[in-house]
T-cell receptor, first 113, second 115 residues
Framework: NAGVTQTPKFQVLKTGQSMTLQCAQD?????MSWYRQDPGMGLRLIHY???????DQGEVPNGYNVSRSTTEDFPLRLLSAAPSQTSVYFC????????????FGSGTRLTVV | AQSVTQLDSQVPVFEEAPVELRCNYS??????LFWYVQYPNQGLQLLLK??????LVESINGFEAEFNKSQTSFHLRKPSVHISDTAEYFC?????????????FGAGTRLFVKA
């Protein structure tokens, strides 16, 4: 059972470049979300989805887009990378809307130069 | 607005000593409470959760946490820590929100166990 798989594990981007962080889960979880982790700030919610075709913004959505065409996949797109988006990004999924706790991926470490 | 405060950013402790990682939250509605652990270069893993019932919850590796509604706290304890417990620990609360629940994470407490 793979759980939540994130790719790539590391990425370096130049300012202004775009890219997509991939997230896939094989647990048939309805709820998926993207967080960014910055030192001393815990995890902040970027976007989330309660099912295929449904997405919504979290607390720090600016500069990011998401889509949910299937239950399994929830990619995060950076439209025009900025140094402020240097962070570690985690994808998480859960059965229901997080009341039972999340399963996290291993993260993508992104550096924007 | 809801918030989660982890009162210590770092906790150094000697092996086999007891430890308490403190977590307070603020919410005007009922919450569900969680502790997650993050080992270096890994994602977060659910350690334990309080949904309802007994206010004392335990994990499989010896940690326990007690929900105290009057003090709005959910402190994490272990009576005797191991070197392998060195990690960052995150407290989180889930509160009702449009379409389901919203989860808020604390800033994390780095536990460092010394030999």
């Amino acid at each position: 059972n793979a759980g939540v798989t994130q790719t790539p594990k590391f990425q370096v981007l130049k300012t202004g470049q775009s890219m997509t962080l991939q997230c896939a889960q094989d647990m048939n979880h309805e709820y998926m979300s993207w967080y960014r982790q910055d030192p001393g700030m815990g995890l902040r919610l970027i976007h989330y989805s309660v099912g295929a075709g449904i997405t919504d913004q979290g607390e720090v959505p600016n500069g990011y887009n998401v889509s949910r065409s299937t239950t399994e996949d929830f990619p995060l797109r950076l439209l025009s990378a900025a140094p402020s988006q240097t962070s570690v990004y985690f994808c998480a999924s859960s059965y229901g809307t997080g009341v039972n706790g999340y399963t996290f991926g291993s993260g993508t470490r992104l550096t924007v130069v | 607005a809801q918030s989660v405060t982890q009162l210590d950013s770092q906790v150094p402790v000697f092996e086999e000593a007891p430890v308490e990682l403190r977590c307070n939250y603020s919410s005007s509605v009922s919450v569900y409470l969680f502790w997650y652990v993050q080992y270096p270069n890994q994602g977060l893993q659910l350690l334990l959760k309080y949904l309802s019932g007994s206010t004392l919850v335990e994990s499989i590796n010896g940690f326990e946490a007690e929900f105290n509604k009057s003090q709005t706290s959910f402190h994490l304890r272990k009576p005797s820590v191991h070197i392998s417990d060195t990690a960052e620990y995150f407290c989180a609360v889930s509160v009702p929100n449009t379409g389901g629940f919203k989860t808020i994470f604390g800033a994390g407490t780095r536990l460092f166990v010394k030999a």
